[in-house]
DNA sequence: TAGCCGCGTGAATCTACGG
DNA sequence: GCCGTAGATTCACGCGGCT
């Protein structure tokens, strides 16, 4: 029966569960015009890197050195990107659905160029990284995000948006356009013989989860042009939709097909299970000061009255030579190591003197209430 | 008054803390050339209010289902986006940062032309809001956010970034890409003389502190070439820099300016930052011995006692058949390209193994009680 | 067993200065 | 402007080994 089905479909579709070796854009004219649903795009992010990078402890960083990364110039992208963008264009169905992910080494150029194909843009998607790496040098914020960009054929497509699923897989409040995820780690990686990881950037099968329970229906055909490990198969399997991707190195389509081979899929009542985490936000101690609690030039001090400190503008505190943070500053007045600023450091108020931790819970209530 | 006090103030610094008023390009050429240290920039994005498509200039856009028209739009915004950076660019410093704010609908193009231009993208930064607009249609996800670029001028361009005090204001851990923030709202948003709101777009002051805090020094001037309600004047004020604004309305100008007179700046050591080693004055290893802290002949060992080298007199080291540098034999015993030598090698002391670091700082302690 | 600790690692445009 | 060298710099989490 289920054979039957399945070769029904096949008929109809010939196109729906299979990998096509080769080129993006040439692979794509294999396949009918107007014939995909939802298309999910990890193009290379031309990072441009130069020279290698080092831990702290000089252990190397293993970053992304592949030729499919490598471009000449920021005008070879562009055309590249073009390229894949119409061919993908071509066999969207009108009312389909695009996802591009990219960091900020290239989303502002596909961005833009999607516009100018006519595509619409219907947000912007942030993905925070619950563990990003850190940046090693000191020299820049932490690269703790990527941005993917949800965008429709055309204005006046229309799209697939499952509203009321999203509302309620995020506690009955409305999804934001700020999503928290960790990293693909631990059992999850796909990893080579020799125990490396398999490709260098496969994404969290959570993150593809989202995006297709979001914008496609049970039984929606997906496309992803950047195959790789298959992530996007696989988890398209597992929430009982198709797929086609598009890959061009034999070792990742193997790898992609025994993964994908091993997803059992998910009973369609269970899709309406599932769950997202809010984690309790963590407040700095320069929050305090951005909210107006805490004045730049007011004065801490210890519970016993033994130690002041001056808060600046900056967040650190000044007492006597010591300089830092609210942990460092309250450490070296005592002579420890180390020491919880938030309870040690109390400020004066009509009431008494508060510990910063006070109003730190306050803060966090006020953002609570606020639906942060 | 308030023109002779402008005559000084033109006299002694001639663009510092002022409003120029007129379009952003023109007014900008009065500006000199490399007079600015950095530019916050939250240029208009009117594009696609509504299904209605504007140009810059306000001027309506007919048949917004024409393709062609689309694209004459798109082409219309980044023109003015390229003349505005370029008027921006040339008034900015080799060394000076640019940020830029935006959505979805404006930030790609800005960003595409930000690295045609030559700009060097160092991060997007993720304002998270904490109190967005719900989408009250139910048919995207609730637009929670805004973007930042933060870009320097070149490649090579050696900017500023105030890690050590980002890493503070954080509690010690270093700031991400990601920030989370309320809007303006309340006493803080202006009113006009009606009680609605005088600016659509308003930015909160926590926002640009943080962006002045993180990548501009007390004493720096800072361009704002879209200026609306002042919020960059008001806090690069507060904060101890200088401003320079550009507006081409004359309400905005005025509220601009009542607003920043009644800014009270924060006491000037409440500003200072928070130096890290890498500002501190350079200690050459032979300073130490000169001083009497190592005795040539010393044996400095590793923490975990593995490697034992022996100081010479020429402040070099020496260990089995290596020599050099206390960094250059730190790496050769680990077997590394690098070594921190002032955290790696340790000496024999009363109170148990130091390490050279703190000689270092006891050292630097010492001349600045001299006055040195 | 449970817990502690060390180790490995992730899409990264990652130094500054003097000669 | 090139080149050589001093020397500054990391967070979250999973896993395996050891107590």
């Not at 692979?27 to 649903?37: H, N, Q, T």
């Not at 229309?158 to 999804?175: C, G, L």
């Not at 125990?195 to 496609?216: I, N």
Request: charged content about 25%.
């Amino acid at each position: 029966m289920a054979a039957l089905r399945e070769a029904v479909r096949q008929a109809d579709a010939p196109f729906e569960n299979v990998i096509l070796k080769g080129d993006c854009v040439a692979a794509l004219e294999r396949l009918p015009k107007a014939s995909v649903d939802l298309v999910f795009a990890d193009p290379p992010y031309n990072l441009q890197l130069d020279g290698g990078l080092t831990r702290p402890d000089q252990s190397v960083v293993d970053a992304v050195d592949d030729d499919w990364d490598k471009f000449a110039s920021f005008a070879d992208y562009d055309a590249f990107t073009r390229a894949w963008l119409l061919a993908v264009r071509r066999v969207m169905k009108p009312d389909a659905g695009l996802w591009v992910i990219g960091s900020y080494h290239n989303i502002f150029r596909v961005g833009a160029i999607l516009q100018d194909l006519g595509f619409w843009i219907l947000n912007d998607i942030v993905w925070r990284k619950s563990n990003p790496m850190p940046n090693f040098r000191g020299r820049r914020f932490t690269n703790a995000h990527e941005t993917m960009i949800w965008a429709a054929k055309s204005a006046d497509a229309r799209y697939t948006f499952n509203y009321e699923a999203m509302k309620a897989f995020n506690d009955d409040v409305q999804m934001r356009s700020d999503w928290l995820l960790p990293l693909c780690t631990g059992a999850e990686r796909l990893k080579d013989g020799a125990g490396r990881k398999l490709h260098p950037t496969q994404k969290p099968e959570a993150l593809l989860a989202r995006v297709l329970l979001a914008s496609s229906k049970p039984g929606d055909l997906v496309l992803d042009p950047f195959f790789g490990s298959g992530t996007t198969g696989a988890v398209a399997k597992r929430l009982g939709r198709s797929y086609v991707g598009v890959e061009r190195e034999q070792a990742y389509i193997d790898a992609a097909e025994a993964r994908i081979a091993a997803v059992e899929p998910i009973a369609p009542a269970a899709l309406q299970l599932l769950r997202g985490k809010r984690a309790e936000p963590r407040i700095p101690f320069g929050t305090l000061i951005e909210a107006g609690l805490v004045a730049p030039g007011a004065i801490l001090v210890d519970a016993r009255g033994r130690h002041r400190a001056e808060v600046s503008a900056d967040g650190t505190l000044r007492s006597g030579a010591h300089r830092g943070s609210i942990h460092r500053v309250g450490a070296a007045v005592q002579g420890f190591d180390a020491c919880n600023g938030w309870t040690f450091w109390h400020i004066e108020a009509a009431s008494g003197a508060v510990p910063l931790d006070a109003l730190r819970q306050k803060l966090r209530d006020d953002m609570a209430a606020a639906g942060g």
